[in-house]
C-alpha cells in the first residue's frame, strides 16, 4: 500500500540516512521526500514528508524502527489517488520520448500515470496517446497538469484536457 | 400598426434569408402590429431604392438570375445616409482585420440616429466599446443575436431571459464547421484532411478554411459574449486558442473507447477566455454532433441551462435577425 509519512528529523547531520535506513531495511519503495530544510517545528526540528510503498503489515515496524532511531514520527496515512483523468496528446509522442513525459509526473510521487495507450500510425505521421493520471488531491492533479502542459509545449505536443478541468 | 423603415446591406446568404424571412412572416407581424417596408437593399455591385419599400421577390428573383440587386451605384453608407429609415440590417461579410463595410456602415447607421440588427462578427470583435458607445450616445438600439450560434438564442437568454441571474461562465461549441470534421473523423475513422475535403465539398466548410478550423471564429464569438454578457472590454487578443488541424482520428477513437469525444470548445468567464480541443463526456449535453452548435451558460440562481441548434444557414439565422427585430420594435 501506498502511505505518506509526516517525520521530524533533528536538525544535524546524518539524520536522513537514520530516516532512509529503516524503509530498506523493510523493503519499502520510497516513492518521494520532500524536506523542507528552510521550515523548523517549535521543537527546533526539520519537517519532512515521505511517501512510501510497503506491505501493510510492515508499517508499523518501519514506524517502529524510526523511533528506535530517534526521529518522530507526527502522522502516518493511507495515501490514496482520488482524483482520476483521461488526457490526449497528439504529436511526435514517442519521437519526443514519451517514457520522459510519464517520468516528469510519476516522479512528483502525488500523480502517477497509470494507463497509457498509443497510436502510431506511421513515420511522419502524428501519433496519439491518451493518458490516464491519477492524483491524491484536485490540486495535486491540476499541479500534474500543469508539468504535463510544460511539455507538451516544449515537446509541441497538443494536449486535449477533459470538459470539466480548468485548462 | 407600426412601420419600420429599414435597409439590408449585404444581400447574400443572410441578406436574402432576412428577405425571405420578412416574405414568409408578413402577416404573423402585422398581427404583433408590426409592418416592415425594406427601403434599400445594398449588395457589393450597387443599391435598389424605394422610399416606399422596394419589392422583396422581386429583389430576390433579380439577385438570382444576375448576380446583383444593384439598379443603382449607391454604396451602404450612402444609402444610410440618403435614404429615410430607421433601422439598418447590417449582413455584409465578417473582416476581423479592418472591421471592413460593416464597421463603416454600423457607424454610418448610429451617426444618423439609426437603429442596427447585425449577423456581422467582425466590427463587434474589433471594436466593441466605440460601437455601443456610438449607439448610446444616438439613443440607437443596437443587438447581434445572430453573431453568435446562429439560430441559437445565447446573448439574449443571457442578458434578458436570464435577467437577474449572473452569468459565471458560458462553455461550447461555437463553429459548427469543426463540430461537422470532428465529428464525421470519428465516424469514419478518416483523416482530418480527408474530411476537410469532404466539408468543402458540401459547402460546410470554406475554401479557406484557416477561419474556421483554427479557431479565430470561434475566439471572435467568445469575445463578443466577454463583451456583452460579462461586460469586459475584450479584443481577439485576450483569447487563448488552439484549433483543431492537429486532431488525429486515432486520438478521436482512443477518447471513445473511453467515453469521451473530441470537440473544439469555446469557454468564457470574467477571468478567461479560451478556445481548445477538449474532450467531452459522450452522455454530456455538449455533446452534439454533425453541424449543431451548443452552449451551457452557468448562472448563479438557474444553475446550467444549455441551448443547442443551427449555427449557421440563412433561415436559421435570419431567424434570430427576426427576433431582434421584434425585440426591439414589438409592443
Ligand atoms: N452564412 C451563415 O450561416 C452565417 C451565420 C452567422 C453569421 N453570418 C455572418 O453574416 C454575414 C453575412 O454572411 P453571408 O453568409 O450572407 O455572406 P455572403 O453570402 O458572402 O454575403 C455577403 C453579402 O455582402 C455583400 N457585400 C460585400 N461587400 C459589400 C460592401 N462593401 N457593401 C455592401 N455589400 C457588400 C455581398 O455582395 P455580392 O452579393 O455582390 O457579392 C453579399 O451580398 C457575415 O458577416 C457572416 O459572417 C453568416
Known amino acids: 500500500m501506498r502511505v505518506s509519512m509526516d517525520i521530524e528529523l533533528k536538525d544535524v547531520p546524518g539524520q536522513m540516512l537514520l530516516a532512509l535506513q529503516p524503509l530498506s531495511e523493510c523493503k519499502a519503495n520510497l516513492i518521494t521526500v520532500v524536506h523542507h530544510h528552510q521550515k523548523r517545528t517549535p521543537r527546533k526540528t526539520v519537517p519532512v514528508k515521505l511517501v512510501l510503498e510497503a506491505r501493510p503489515e510492515s508499517i508499523e515496524t518501519i514506524k517502529a524502527k524510526l523511533e528506535e532511531n530517534g526521529i518522530r514520527v507526527v502522522r502516518v496515512g493511507e495515501h490514496r489517488f482520488r482524483e482520476s483523468i483521461n488526457v490526449v496528446l497528439i504529436g511526435h509522442v514517442v519521437h519526443t520520448g514519451i517514457r520522459d513525459t510519464i517520468d516528469e509526473i510519476d516522479r512528483t510521487g502525488y500523480a502517477e500515470v497509470v494507463d497509457l495507450s498509443l497510436s502510431m500510425p506511421g513515420i511522419n505521421m502524428l501519433s496519439s496517446a491518451l493518458m490516464k493520471i491519477d492524483a491524491v488531491s484536485k490540486e495535486d492533479l491540476q499541479k500534474a497538469l500543469t508539468i504535463l502542459k510544460e511539455v507538451s509545449t516544449k515537446k509541441n505536443l497538443l494536449m486535449v484536457l477533459p470538459i470539466d478541468i480548468q485548462a | ?331
Open chain 2, 1 to 331: 400598426m407600426k412601420t419600420v423603415y429599414c435597409s439590408i446591406l449585404g444581400f447574400g446568404a443572410i441578406g436574402q434569408g432576412v428577405a425571405e424571412i420578412l416574405l414568409m412572416k408578413k402577416e404573423y407581424l402585422e398581427s404583433i402590429g408590426l409592418e416592415v417596408k425594406v427601403v434599400a437593399i445594398v449588395d457589393s455591385k450597387g443599391a435598389t431604392v424605394n422610399p416606399e419599400g422596394v419589392d422583396l421577390a422581386d429583389c430576390l428573383a433579380r439577385k438570382k438570375k444576375s448576380g446583383t440587386v444593384a439598379l443603382e451605384k449607391i454604396s451602404g453608407v450612402e444609402a444610410i445616409q440618403s435614404v429615410s429609415h430607421e433601422l439598418v440590417i447590417e449582413t455584409t461579410p465578417t473582416n476581423i482585420q479592418t472591421g471592413g463595410a460593416g464597421l463603416q456602415n454600423m457607424l454610418a447607421a448610429f451617426q444618423t440616429g439609426k437603429d442596427v440588427i447585425t449577423s456581422n462578427k467582425g466590427p463587434l470583435t474589433l471594436k466593441y466599446r466605440e460601437l455601443m458607445e456610438t449607439a448610446k450616445a444616438a439613443g440607437s438600439h443596437f443587438r447581434f443575436e445572430a453573431t453568435v450560434g446562429g439560430s441559437m438564442p445565447i446573448i439574449n437568454l443571457s442578458n434578458e431571459v436570464l435577467a437577474g441571474n449572473k452569468v459565471k461562465s458560458i462553455k461550447g461549441i461555437l463553429n459548427g464547421t469543426c463540430n461537422y470534421i470532428l465529428t464525421r473523423m470519428l465516424e469514419e475513422r478518416a483523416s482530418y484532411n480527408d474530411i476537410l475535403a469532404e466539408a468543402m465539398q458540401l459547402g460546410i466548410a470554406e475554401t479557406d478554411p484557416t477561419y474556421d478550423v483554427e479557431g479565430i471564429d470561434t475566439a471572435c464569438k467568445l469575445v463578443i459574449l466577454a463583451n456583452a454578457v460579462f461586460g469586459l472590454d475584450a479584443t481577439y487578443n485576450d483569447v487563448e486558442v488552439t484549433g483543431i488541424t492537429k486532431v488525429t482520428p486515432e486520438a478521436l477513437e482512443m477518447a471513445y473507447e473511453r467515453g469521451h469525444v473530441i470537440k473544439l470548445i469555446g469557454e468564457v468567464s470574467r477571468e478567461r477566455i479560451h478556445v481548445a480541443p477538449r474532450l467531452v463526456p459522450i452522455n454530456h449535453p455538449l455533446a452534439v454532433g454533425g453541424t449543431l452548435n451548443v452552449a451551457s451558460v452557468d448562472t448563479e440562481l438557474a444553475g446550467e441551462i444549455t441551448v443547442t441548434g443551427k449555427g449557421a444557414g440563412p433561415i436559421e439565422t435570419s431567424s434570430a435577425i427576426l427576433s431582434d427585430l421584434i425585440a426591439i420594435y414589438g409592443n
